[in-house]
């Protein structure tokens, strides 16, 4: 077989960046999970200037891992989550993002910021470019949906990091 078709070096590649969208669900409920136990465990440790966006991210990241987890549980579309999609080239930046950083006992705004922002442009690629690879139907919804969301707290997240390191409150 030559050495581009599916036995060899460029085919094990491609297989290999593959996973199936059930996968991909799991690893996207994760990446929500830990965002909302880490955001939650937060909420009494951060200053009172950003404890109401923390508390919101808290929630936000929990109403996303339940999106995230009730698809997965239809069974109308089962047979679309063995199917085997591309892993998006934000795959590695995306599943290392479930990993939380250690802040300490009182972390400063800014640092808390930074990580938010980190987490919402790693959310927004890879759930734009998921969207862009799957069937249309619920799972394309879901991803366009939780894209577009993404995009506007990294907007708002923006303004407010903004606001927060050009006034002097880090």
Do not use: N, W
Request: net charge negative.
């Amino acid at each position: 077989m030559s050495e581009h078709g599916e036995g060899g070096v460029h085919g094990i590649d491609r297989i290999r960046a593959r996973k199936t969208l059930g996968e991909i669900l799991e690893v996207a409920a994760s990446f929500e999970a830990s965002a909302r136990d880490f955001y939650t465990g937060l909420i009494p440790r951060v200053s009172k200037r950003i404890r109401y966006l923390v508390e919101e991210l808290a929630e936000e990241e929990a109403r996303h891992h339940d999106l995230f987890s009730d698809l997965a549980a239809r069974g109308d579309i089962a047979g679309q989550l063995r199917a085997r999609v591309e892993t998006p080239a934000s795959d590695t930046r995306f599943s290392d993002c479930i990993q939380v950083p250690e802040l300490g006992a009182e972390p400063d705004d800014q640092a808390i910021l930074q990580y938010a922002l980190g987490r919402e442009q790693a959310a927004m690629e890879q759930y734009r470019s998921l969207a862009g690879s799957v069937e249309p139907g619920p799972v394309r919804e879901l991803f366009e949906f939780l894209a577009e969301e993404e995009t506007r707290h990294k907007a708002e997240l923006e303004k407010l990091y903004y606001e927060t390191v050009h006034s002097g409150g880090v």
